[in-house]
């Protein structure tokens, strides 16, 4: 079946400075987005999830853009701190399915 | 918040051992996950369950087994640990079939060695 796939494995980033981790997506009937991070040794931790309905979305900190054209989805992370060193995983959700499709995840380092 | 959490952060077996990894999560979701974690391969599907008493296959559900007794608890099994199920095993919970109820929470995850 189609997948999600990254495209950066590795992502190193000096403190303060704004991260972006890319996301592309295969399945045009995918409607709901999550990205995920997950902590060294820690289960997957919710950060911020986005439907096909919108293009933007934004938390704390965070702000994920969805761009249906191409899509491509990714994970802002404004003024990176270490404790955001951690892999981040996004995940697709075909309409009425409950069973999303995981991508590899990217690590993102984040330098003092 | 929810909380979903496993009986062991880590746990060594040996070959042959019957295993049980205990799943529970507080906030009264339908659907419930199993999943096991390898480097280079992600997150792959073992098992899951929509209701009580419910199971259904995942993506490698061989050697595995789970239990759904009550809604709040999914258990794991492995009926006889082998070397390749070294893994780390995690569970997650969604809220059910409804718009928003798809999102999945993850529990801290299991550590398993089978020697």
């Known amino acids: 079946g189609e997948s999600v796939g990254l495209h950066l494995p590795t992502l190193s980033v000096q403190e303060g400075d704004n991260s972006i981790i890319n996301c592309a997506y295969s399945?045009?009937?995918?409607?709901?987005f999550i990205w995920y991070k997950q902590e060294s040794g820690k289960g997957p931790q919710f950060i911020i999830d986005i439907r096909s309905n919108m293009d933007k979305r934004q938390g704390q900190r965070v702000t994920v853009l969805l761009n249906k054209t191409v899509k491509h989805l990714s994970l802002q992370i404004a003024a990176t701190q270490p404790g955001d060193s951690a892999v981040y995983f996004c995940a697709e959700n075909i309409g009425g399915s409950y069973i999303p499709t995981f991508g590899r995840g990217t690590s993102l380092i984040v330098h003092p | 918040d929810v909380k979903v959490t496993q009986s062991s952060r880590y746990l060594v077996k040996r070959t042959g051992e019957k295993v049980f990894l205990e799943c529970v999560q507080d906030?009264?979701?339908?659907?419930m996950f199993w999943y096991r974690q390898d480097p280079g391969l992600g997150l792959r599907l073992i098992y899951f369950s929509y209701d009580v008493k419910m199971k259904e296959k995942g993506d490698i559900p061989e050697g595995y087994s789970v239990s759904r007794e009550k809604k709040e608890r999914f258990s794991l099994i492995l009926e006889s640990a082998s070397t390749n199920q070294t893994s780390m095993y995690l569970c997650?919970?969604?809220?059910?079939?409804?718009?928003?109820?798809?999102?999945?929470?993850f529990g801290p995850g299991t550590r398993l060695l089978v020697l």
């Open positions: 997650a919970s969604s809220l059910g079939f409804i718009t928003g109820g798809e999102t999945q929470y």
């Open positions: 906030m009264d979701h339908e659907n």
């Open positions: 399945n045009s009937a995918s409607d709901y």
